[in-house]
């Protein structure tokens, strides 16, 4: 079964940092990835997505995230972070091909510190 | 585009009262739709997909007869929490995917409901 792992509860960057939001992912065959970010009591906001093509993937609010396959990892970047960056992430994966349904990892708070 | 709505933003109810929520997809049709349920400060758990035209598709461990799906057009799903329990309680958020669009890849979130059983 297609499975992602975030293994960080929190993440604390002060503001202008670099941060890392840490993923691996488990899949048979091709594995389809995404990061969304969730603010207080709001749905899902898209950030950015790997099918396949370039390792590193460039999306929204200047995210970006590197698939490694041989570390099963798909990590979430930022150069410098933003205090308006602090939410909640979620890496999540398809479970199959066609209209299947994402599956996501539990989810890890980052917190900016100004 | 790809914009997906979902009414009531917050209900509150009293036990053993039903609740539905509606979802929409206002710029697109959508022959799936799925229904998560977040708990406070946890991930999202797949409950059901939704299939326009048929039977939802239940995630096991989900009460089918307590958590009534409907998917009656392209654009609107209902998720009915029947005789609604505080355990029920939670953050219910939709999805669906603009099939036919350039970004099929990708799921597209409702607001969310926020349901608080007393």
């Known amino acids: 079964a297609q499975s992602v792992a975030q293994p960080e509860d929190q993440v604390n960057v002060a503001e202008g940092n670099p941060l890392t939001v840490k993923c691996t992912y488990s899949v048979s065959g091709n594995p389809y990835l995404f990061w969304y970010v969730q603010y207080p009591n709001r749905g899902l906001q898209f950030l950015l997505k790997?099918?396949?093509?370039?390792?590193l993937v460039k999306g929204s609010y200047g995210f970006e995230a590197e698939f490694n396959k041989s570390q099963t990892s798909f990590h979430l970047k930022k150069p410098s972070a933003l205090v308006s960056d602090s939410a909640l992430y979620f890496c999540a994966v398809r479970r199959g091909a066609g209209n299947t349904p994402l599956v996501f990892g539990k989810g890890t708070r980052l917190s900016v510190i100004a | 585009g790809a914009v997906v709505s979902q009414h009531p933003s917050r209900v509150i109810c009293k036990s053993g009262t039903s609740v539905k929520i509606e979802c929409r997809s206002l710029d697109f049709q959508a022959t799936t739709m799925f229904w998560y349920r977040q708990f406070p400060k946890k991930s999202l758990m797949l409950m059901a997909t939704?299939?326009?035209?048929?039977?939802?598709?239940?995630e096991q461990g989900v009460e089918k007869d307590k958590f009534l799906i409907n998917h009656a057009s392209l654009t609107l799903s209902t998720l009915t929490v029947t005789s609604a329990h505080p355990e029920d309680s939670s953050f219910y958020i939709c999805s669906a995917r603009d099939w036919w669009s350039g970004r099929a890849d990708e799921q597209f979130f409702g607001p969310g409901t926020r349901l608080t059983v007393l």
């Open positions: 939704s299939n326009e035209g048929s039977k939802a598709t239940y």
């Open positions: 790997y099918i396949t093509g370039d390792n």
